[in-house]
């Protein structure tokens, strides 16, 4: 079974960072694609960052230049540093990974967790 599990949300200032982090643990299985997802209340979940296992990354339009996506293949981890946060970046923000599995493939999810910015 794997799951993946979120860390390093909460309230920051405008203008100020945080950095997330998603670990995918379980056995028997690789991952290609891993990346962030964000949603607010009555809205759809947006991509917001992908990296592929080979690197290639790709980015919302709104986050360029200030979000960076970074993972460890050998850990399992993906990881979302976030810089110069705007009150519109404000949501729950989701982990996901393309996982193969002997038999199967499909997508996990985090259970998410929430970014506020306000001053």
């Known amino acids: 079974q794997v799951q993946l599990v979120e860390s390093g949300g909460g309230l920051v200032q405008p203008g100020g960072s945080l950095r997330l982090s998603c670990a995918a643990s379980?056995?028997?299985?690789?991952?290609?694609?891993m990346g962030w997802y964000r949603q607010v209340p009555g809205k759809q979940r947006d991509m917001v960052a992908v990296m592929t296992t080979g690197g290639s990354t790709n980015y919302a339009d709104s986050v360029k230049g200030r979000f960076t996506i970074s993972r460890d293949n050998v850990k399992n981890t993906v990881y979302l540093q976030m810089n110069s946060l705007k009150p519109e970046d404000t949501a729950v923000y989701y982990c996901y990974g393309d996982i193969a599995a002997p038999k199967i493939s499909f997508t996990a999810w985090g259970q998410g967790t929430q970014v506020t910015v306000s001053s």
């Open positions: 379980g056995s028997g299985f690789s991952i290609n694609a």
